[in-house]
């Protein structure tokens, strides 16, 4: 690689940015992304435990979700959290100022359901929000961060979600972030921070990434994602739009969240379900599951659960990917992998038609020796050993994904398939 001076401009703000990994939140979390599942997307804000038991917000959804998380695999493969979302509160403070549960909906308490889902091995997250109110009208943490935090650790939560309504002004907004991950720390518990700073603050000016990875685990930059296909692939375009600036800022310890899992739900295809999971796992997204593990279809259950795809999202080297380039309504999406390995993803971006293909050329994954091709998704096939002159075709559904990996062949195994420098170059002529 040449000396810095002469790399592309692009070049230079991801060297720069990927040397600020040691700039982390200094608490020893999210080395790699979060994995577990969430309750907002299917379950909402439901506290009519007495017309609808079976979905409302209550201590008995989340143990099921925890039973189920261990009896049915999820944990085997990596998920580990159970997270409550908004609408767990009473409407009120107790006398001494602490949060507490709605006492009908979680009779024993937030610190015995704690106590439940460690006793399965796994954790559990919770919610609140920077202002004095939550998003759905439950009372905030705005002053009050310390005593949050501590009540928080008291009950053996491992996760907070830090949600950004009713925060004020923008000054504000940033204290409380800042102020609620100070007093996390404070607390000697180890608590997985995620944020939603950045979504807030980008509507009145550019996120500051570098202060935000200081201070959180992984981040919120775009809407709630909902269980449709538009929804998913505007989340898409706007990752992609401003990866030259959320990009840099993610790396262990921190992360770009594009929000939740609604694979096994209702509202995506099949194609569509294996988008989003390879997407995520090229975007070193979070794997936080919001869908209902009692009654998910088996085939969505077997995509949530691929172990090689998961690998990808779990790369120790913890580079988020990026769309390199666009032809004709294909997508062409690179990770670079720990050992010199690479990701590929061509999403079919058309929405009718039939599956169409894509020529892969061998520069199109960089292999300066032989590297051996593995079609990882929609299913897994073993595509045989290439080289620099290399061409595959590979055929892609209306708004579906292949997603391969590409690794070096046992006898140039010390050779790397690519060079950050090359990975620069291709962001740099996006």
């Not at 992609?240 to 509202?267: E, R, S, Y």
């Not at 390199?324 to 079919?348: C, H, I, T, Y």
């Not at 595509?383 to 559904?397: F, R, Y």
Request: glycine fraction near 6%; charge should be negative; include cysteine.
């Amino acid at each position: 690689m040449g000396s810095p001076t002469s790399l592309p401009a692009t070049a230079l703000l991801w060297l720069s940015l990927w040397t600020a990994w040691a700039q982390a939140l200094d608490n020893g979390l999210a080395l790699t992304p979060t994995m577990g599942w969430l309750h907002w997307e299917r379950f909402l804000c439901n506290t009519n435990c007495d017309s609808d038991p079976h979905n409302c917000i209550s201590e008995q959804l989340f143990m099921q979700m925890a039973d189920l998380m261990v009896s049915e695999g999820w944990k085997n493969v990596g998920y580990q959290y159970v997270c409550i979302d908004d609408c767990w509160l009473a409407a009120t403070r107790d006398a001494q100022n602490r949060l507490q549960p709605d006492m009908k909906r979680f009779p024993s308490g937030i610190k015995k359901l704690a106590d439940y889902v460690h006793s399965k091995g796994l954790k559990l997250g919770i919610y609140q929000d920077v202002g004095k109110k939550t998003c759905a009208g439950f009372p905030g943490s705005f002053g009050f961060y310390e005593l949050d935090a501590q009540t928080f650790a008291d009950w053996g939560i491992d996760l907070l979600k830090f949600d950004g309504c009713n925060y004020g002004t923008l000054n504000l907004l940033a204290e409380g972030y800042r102020n609620m991950s100070l007093a996390l720390n404070k607390t000697g518990r180890s608590i997985v921070y995620s944020c939603e700073w950045p979504f807030y603050m980008k509507f009145f000016k550019q996120p500051n990434y570098t202060e935000i990875r200081e201070y959180c685990n992984h981040w919120r930059n775009f809407d709630d994602i909902y269980d449709s296909w538009n929804s998913l692939k505007t989340i898409l375009d706007w990752t992609a739009g401003h990866q030259d600036l959320i990009v840099p800022a993610a790396g262990p310890g921190g992360w770009n969240d594009p929000d939740m899992l609604v694979i096994g739900n209702f509202g995506l295809s099949w194609d569509q379900q294996v988008t989003q999971m390879a997407l995520w796992a090229i975007m070193a997204a979070p794997l936080l599951m919001s869908n209902d593990l009692r009654t998910i279809d088996p085939n969505s259950k077997a995509l949530l659960q691929n172990k090689e795809v998961i690998a990808i999202n779990q790369d120790p080297l913890g580079k988020q990917g990026y769309l390199e380039r666009k032809v004709e309504d294909f997508e062409l999406w690179k990770r670079p992998l720990s050992q010199g390995a690479l990701a590929v993803a061509v999403v079919n971006r058309r929405e009718i038609g039939s599956s169409r293909s894509f020529v892969l050329l061998g520069n199109d994954w960089a292999c300066k020796q032989k590297c051996v091709i593995t079609r990882l998704l929609p299913t897994h096939k073993d595509l045989g050993l290439h080289n620099c002159t290399s061409a595959i075709k590979v055929q892609v559904n209306p708004t579906g994904t292949v997603l391969l990996k590409l690794t070096a062949s046992e006898d140039t195994a010390h050779h790397k398939l690519f060079s950050e420098s090359d990975t620069w170059h291709s962001m740099d002529t996006l």
